[in-house]
């Protein structure tokens, strides 16, 4: 026990892949009061909706719903659910049309509760486990020694939801971490557990729509590996909290971009499917933008949050103020930092501020000897280094991992 505290108490002293805010050309994401839409779909021609009309040539309107589970995990709070029946997602024709004053000229209508772009968001890396002495620097880093390994390892009931960009189902290191949905039968064509999703037996593909969750970037395998690769298997590296679940969900296209509206769904199927903690190593910087601009991506954290889920997020890596970087700077998300392999402020590239709640190994960063970097798992069954802060958030996901596994029941305002 007095190993665990010295680990707690290490991360406290030290605290991506990721940038530039963009939105999905040609789409907007609107919440009507009906009228509006209603009168867009069924009356075309009538006066109220012409306005839109003659200056919008609209290709297509979507009704957004989220899927729930009609008995697996009805406990949920929807506290703040938006009224689904009034949110849609608008196609126009013009793909270069300024998305923001289009959102902006629908919110003039007394008939929209607010209308936003499909922001995007963006993932990125610098490109008797053999590696733990020499590679794995960051462990011994927190104290993460052999005495830890010892007292302290993850139970599989703990859930890390990591949405990012899939993972490699079958590399060694990680197949005995990926979560399993225990209420799907594999491969019969049936939604089993009534959640909304067929044969998502390892977690959901939100860009191709399948239950098919691989990996196609890395970065998503790479942050698994930090949070759960197996230990004492006698190859690779060894994960912080090896025994729990990684539930992925992959919502990252193979260029690292993800789109509001896929993490919307993500979040609500982590949380509607038992998941005890969100790793987000992604983000944007919104400085140019209104705190609260993407609605759907506060709505989604604050219902995450709200049912007692971890939410934890990497600071951002372009060396600024956290305060403008989503969704790191939202209120109740612990925002994650990165050190160097000195254990110095990463300050090339870490994003920084009062708004930080804690620092963890993410890696030099720049020009420098890739065992600078953080080690970790990447499809293909093999291992790369990379740094950011898209890193150090999963330090602080696999210590919390392992807190939650010693004290099950433990709170996430008690790991707070």
């Not at 609107?30 to 839109?52: D, E, R």
């Not at 898209?390 to 330090?395: T, V």
Request: aromatic share 10%.
């Amino acid at each position: 026990m007095i190993y665990w505290f010295k680990v707690l108490l290490l991360l406290i002293f030290l605290s991506s892949y990721i940038i530039a805010q963009d939105y999905k050309p040609g789409e907007l994401l609107v919440l009507s009061k009906h009228s509006l839409i209603n009168a867009l779909i069924q009356s075309p021609t009538s006066s109220h909706s012409q306005l839109f009309l003659d200056q919008y040539n609209i290709k297509s309107i979507k009704k957004v719903t989220v899927k729930k589970p009609s008995s697996v995990h009805s406990s949920i709070s929807p506290l703040l659910t938006f009224d689904e029946n009034g949110m849609y997602q608008l196609e126009f024709e013009d793909t270069t049309l300024d998305m923001e004053q289009v959102a902006t000229d629908f919110e003039s209508s007394r008939d929209i509760v607010w209308a936003q772009p499909n922001y995007i968001y963006t993932l990125q890396s610098t490109p008797n486990d053999p590696a733990y002495l020499s590679m794995q620097w960051n462990m011994p880093m927190i104290h993460y020694d052999d005495d830890v390994f010892a007292y302290v390892e993850g139970n599989s009931s703990v859930v890390v939801a990591v949405i990012d960009s899939g993972i490699d189902l079958t590399h060694p290191d990680l197949q005995d971490a990926v979560w399993t949905n225990p209420n799907e039968i594999p491969d019969n064509g049936i939604d089993d557990d009534e959640n909304g999703y067929i044969d998502d037996v390892r977690g959901w593909n939100f860009i191709d729509e399948n239950n098919d969750p691989s990996d196609d970037n890395s970065h998503g395998s790479h942050v698994s590996g930090i949070i759960a690769a197996k230990t004492n298997n006698q190859i690779g590296m060894a994960g912080i909290c090896s025994g729990c679940s990684v539930m992925t969900l992959k919502s990252s296209d193979k260029d690292g971009r993800l789109r509001s509206l896929d993490v919307y769904f993500a979040i609500f199927y982590a949380v509607n499917n038992g998941a005890n903690i969100l790793n987000l190593s992604f983000g944007a910087d919104q400085s140019n933008l209104d705190a609260d601009s993407d609605y759907i991506m506060k709505h989604s954290i604050d219902m995450a949050l709200s049912n007692d889920c971890l939410v934890i997020a990497a600071a951002g890596n372009i060396s600024s103020d956290v305060s403008n970087f989503v969704p790191a700077s939202y209120e109740g998300v612990i925002a994650v930092s990165s050190i160097g392999h000195t254990g110095v402020f990463a300050d090339n590239y870490s994003n920084f501020g009062d708004r930080i709640d804690i620092t963890a190994p993410g890696g030099t960063g720049g020009n420098v000897p890739a065992s600078h970097n953080i080690y970790s798992t990447i499809p293909n069954s093999t291992y790369d280094s990379y740094s950011g802060t898209s890193m150090a958030a999963p330090h602080i996901a696999g210590m919390a991992g392992l807190l939650m596994s010693t004290y099950p029941d433990i709170t996430s305002s008690d790991v707070k």
